[in-house]
């Protein structure tokens, strides 16, 4: 069992940083493939970044990709998503999630474990 904590939304203006934090109880979380996924309303629920625990290679979706940095302190049991250059579409609330595997990072069906989420709302 995985529970998953995160941090760090809030109300930026284009062009600034934020810094999201989840924390996870549970004895296995190094075992875990750890994913940043965003839903904005009326809208599903897209990948955004993952990383995975047996290799530690990262994916990144097009959108994010040199903007957005995922990385993990797994002594702190804890995943970042280091977010540059917010722009007004990146609004939404994000969620990390937790993945036995490694096969599907990008699909969040495929995921067993959820935060509640967080706010990130990136005004023009």
């Known amino acids: 069992q995985v529970h998953l904590v995160e941090s760090g939304g809030g109300l930026v203006q284009a062009g600034d940083s934020l810094r999201l934090s989840c924390v996870a109880s549970?004895?296995?979380?190094?075992?875990?493939?750890m994913g940043w996924f965003r839903q904005a309303p009326g809208k599903e629920r897209d990948f955004v970044a993952a990383?995975?625990?047996?290799?530690?290679?990262?994916y990144y979706a097009d959108s994010v990709q040199g903007r957005f940095t995922i990385s993990r302190d797994d002594a702190k049991k804890t995943v970042y998503l280091q977010m540059n250059s917010l722009k007004p579409e990146d609004t939404a609330i994000y969620y990390c999630?937790?993945?036995?595997?490694?096969?599907?990072?990008?699909?969040?069906?495929?995921?067993?474990?959820w935060g509640q989420g967080t706010q990130v709302t990136v005004s023009s």
């Open positions: 990383i995975v625990w047996t290799t530690g290679s990262r």
């Open positions: 549970g004895r296995t979380f190094s075992s875990y493939t």
């Open positions: 999630g937790a993945y036995r595997s490694w096969v599907t990072v990008r699909d969040p069906s495929t995921y067993d474990y």
